[in-house]
């Protein structure tokens, strides 16, 4: 009887055995094969490269201090113009007779004032009408300091060495005080504008950075030496990337257009803290929102995901992740585009 029970025990086992590979194994048929790659990470070569973008090194809004009609223009958007150049001028006959006004005025501001100083010396005038005449003079004076002062703010000139980005008023218009006229772009040195990563921000604060250069598109087609100017202690609400700003002197004899992309290449030391991971280019995939997003492989689950990632610059087929994955995590390699959320996955095994 015992021996009965026991066989009956091992039938059992075996039996729900035998069930549970059933399961595994439709469960395993069900599972989608894909192929999977691990977000790596290097530091190796501590050579790092950047899109960036070319800017002046300040932009500011040229305008008349007087108000008139302008009466000439020299303002050819796109053109480089010298410090100093003269650029706009009003209609100069109201300034011409504000001075002339003034010098009649301050003429017989003099006048009087000899006159009551005259006659105070005979005795007959008062100590208070010569201080009154002598205010008046004064006060003519400034007028006429002023008159001229105009005359000479009815004419623009270059402040420095500058590109007319944009003209904003055409000759014959009636501009007030403070009206810009044009933007005016300062390229005695010339900025490079791109972003960094926040793990790797805090090797500009430690200064490893130890050669910088930047290699223009285009036309221009050579590397300049670049140097570190500044960078942003606040990071983009979006991608928690910082803005970091390297400068050289604008090279004589080149026309550098502002606006145009860039490559920033840094070299950072032995010590440098630098790291960036990355996956390959085709993992990533375009949103309907205009975002990036990579398929996520959960371990526990083997299911994948979305996950939003800020990429980097691309190099030999891998492209670097700015935010969004860590290293040693799983993505989708292939076929990124058929996957769904929450769809179960198997790595795909080469025979």
Known sequence: MRIWVLLSAVLAAITLQGCGNGADLEEVQKATVVQLVEVKATSSDQVFTFPAKVVPKSTVNLAFR???????????????VKKGALLAKLDPKPFKRAVSMAEVRLKQARL????????????????????NAQVAFELAELDLENAKSNMQYSQLKAPFDALIAKRLVENETFVKVGTAVAHLQDFSRIHFEFDVPERLISAYRRKNVHAASAYIDGSIDKDFAIHYVEHSTEPDPVTQT???????????????????????????????????????VNSVVAGNDDGLYVWLLDEKTQTVNKQA???GPMAHGWIAILSGLEAGQKVVAAGASQMQPGMFVRPYVAQ
């Open 112 to 131: 009087e004032l000899k006159r009551v100083q005259a006659v105070a010396t005979k005795g007959i005038g008062s100590e208070k009408s010569v201080d």
């Open 66 to 80: 007087v108000g008139g009609r302008i009466q000439s223009l020299n303002l050819p958007e796109g053109q480089y």
């Open 309 to 311: 990632v800020t990429v």
């Open 242 to 280: 910082y803005r970091v700003v390297f400068a050289m002197d604008f090279p004589k004899g080149m026309d550098i257009t502002p606006g145009v992309r860039a490559t920033v290449t840094l070299k950072g030391g032995s010590d440098s803290a630098f790291t960036i991971i990355g996956v390959p």
